[in-house]
């Protein structure tokens, strides 16, 4: 089965259509999409900016990470549960849409980033954890944190638009990079 | 009453270019999300700190005069993307129901976060009650939630 196919059948389901067509409920999760932004990324945001040294300095890292990130993932839940809801609702469009595409990959590589930094240099904190001067490794993985997720919520905001969408006519690398099809047409 | 100050917004030239510029509105707008995580950031290190639900070992003065300037420069980005967005699409704003909203609670949000969540932040905490700490994270996050939640809704009504 194709992705075409197969989404097209998931689009058709009746959970699909109730909830693009749902006046209240696809608002909501669309909100709550955008508002656990706050809770998520404002949170790793200032997680990335005490690695970088930029920001509550005094705090030692590990208190941060141990008293900020469990609420930052509570938030990346209601972050991913409303997004797959939003994907849901109109699966054929973001599936073949070039900046959902790219947000999924950077989110790939946000996680590696992450993964990194928790089993490398966050392994010897107790070396910098009240240092107002954090190692090289660790402010890499926070400016490299920073860039990832800004270029996701960018990502992000632009799939609303259909400038690339395969129901029109595109350039040959956008019908490759989406994955446009003749069933489009 | 307001209306034409709305019409006149509308005619600017910075809100006819973003107009009817493809790509303007989008790039602000993403700017404007950015900015809207950074000061959420901003405000729940403090209000969550305030609350007594993370960081409780950590005294909150220091830790607010820290993230003051993380504050301040998000609002600064979130008012000046904001005000060209608006510039943009003044008249549909004067029309929808949450943007008014929105605007009400903005002018509330911002002078409470700036007079009295500034001053029970910075106060000595034995002098000031920790019930105080967690009545003003209460209204501080209800009170830019409800910017956030409404300034959502103007894309909708």
Redesign the interface.
């Given at each position: 089965m194709t992705l075409f196919r197969f989404t097209e059948w998931l689009q058709n389901t009746d959970g699909s259509t109730a909830l693009r067509e749902s006046i209240l409920v696809y608002p909501l999760v669309e909100t709550t999409h955008v508002l656990t932004l706050t809770l998520f990324l404002g949170l790793i945001a200032m997680m990335d900016l005490r690695l970088l040294g930029l920001a509550m300095r005094q705090v030692p890292v590990t208190d941060i990470v141990r008293r900020l990130l469990p609420w930052a993932i509570g938030g990346f839940v209601l972050s991913v549960i409303s997004g797959v809801l939003l994907f849901y609702s109109s699966p054929v469009r973001f599936a073949h849409n070039i900046f959902f595409r790219y947000k999924l990959i950077a989110l790939v590589f946000a996680g590696a980033n992450a993964w990194a930094f928790h089993t490398g240099i966050y392994r010897k904190v107790t070396d910098w954890d009240r240092g107002l001067l954090t190692p090289r490794r660790a402010k890499i993985a926070g400016a490299l944190s920073l860039a990832l997720w800004a270029s996701i919520v960018v990502a992000g905001r632009m799939i609303a638009y259909n400038w690339f969408d395969c129901d029109k006519p595109q350039p040959a690398i956008v019908n490759v990079l989406a994955g446009c099809s003749g069933d489009f047409r | 009453m307001l209306l034409p100050l709305f019409e006149w917004c509308e005619a600017t030239a910075l809100g006819q270019a973003i107009r009817e510029s493809?790509w303007l509105f989008?790039v602000i707008?993403?700017i404007h999300?950015?900015g809207?995580?950074?000061?959420?950031?901003?405000?729940?290190?403090v209000d969550?700190r305030l609350f007594g639900?993370?960081?409780?070992?950590?005294p909150v003065a220091?830790?607010a005069r820290?993230?003051h300037p993380?504050l301040v420069g998000s609002l600064a980005v979130m008012l000046t993307t904001g005000i060209m967005l608006f510039l943009s699409e003044s008249i549909r704003c004067y029309y929808s129901p949450p943007f008014w909203t929105k605007m009400e609670l903005l002018l509330v949000a911002i002078l409470f976060t700036f007079t009295v969540r500034r001053k029970v932040a910075l106060a000595d905490e034995k002098r000031v009650g920790p019930i105080w700490g967690r009545l003003v994270a209460f209204v501080s996050l209800a009170l830019w939630?409800g910017v956030?939640?409404s300034g959502?809704?103007i894309a909708?009504y």
């Amino acid at each position: 089965m194709t992705l075409f196919r197969f989404t097209e059948w998931l689009q058709n389901t009746d959970g699909s259509t109730a909830l693009r067509e749902s006046i209240l409920v696809y608002p909501l999760v669309e909100t709550t999409h955008v508002l656990t932004l706050t809770l998520f990324l404002g949170l790793i945001a200032m997680m990335d900016l005490r690695l970088l040294g930029l920001a509550m300095r005094q705090v030692p890292v590990t208190d941060i990470v141990r008293r900020l990130l469990p609420w930052a993932i509570g938030g990346f839940v209601l972050s991913v549960i409303s997004g797959v809801l939003l994907f849901y609702s109109s699966p054929v469009r973001f599936a073949h849409n070039i900046f959902f595409r790219y947000k999924l990959i950077a989110l790939v590589f946000a996680g590696a980033n992450a993964w990194a930094f928790h089993t490398g240099i966050y392994r010897k904190v107790t070396d910098w954890d009240r240092g107002l001067l954090t190692p090289r490794r660790a402010k890499i993985a926070g400016a490299l944190s920073l860039a990832l997720w800004a270029s996701i919520v960018v990502a992000g905001r632009m799939i609303a638009y259909n400038w690339f969408d395969c129901d029109k006519p595109q350039p040959a690398i956008v019908n490759v990079l989406a994955g446009c099809s003749g069933d489009f047409r | 009453m307001l209306l034409p100050l709305f019409e006149w917004c509308e005619a600017t030239a910075l809100g006819q270019a973003i107009r009817e510029s493809l790509w303007l509105f989008p790039v602000i707008e993403s700017i404007h999300l950015l900015g809207l995580a950074m000061i959420g950031g901003a405000l729940l290190v403090v209000d969550l700190r305030l609350f007594g639900l993370a960081l409780r070992q950590q005294p909150v003065a220091p830790l607010a005069r820290d993230v003051h300037p993380w504050l301040v420069g998000s609002l600064a980005v979130m008012l000046t993307t904001g005000i060209m967005l608006f510039l943009s699409e003044s008249i549909r704003c004067y029309y929808s129901p949450p943007f008014w909203t929105k605007m009400e609670l903005l002018l509330v949000a911002i002078l409470f976060t700036f007079t009295v969540r500034r001053k029970v932040a910075l106060a000595d905490e034995k002098r000031v009650g920790p019930i105080w700490g967690r009545l003003v994270a209460f209204v501080s996050l209800a009170l830019w939630f409800g910017v956030g939640f409404s300034g959502r809704w103007i894309a909708f009504y």
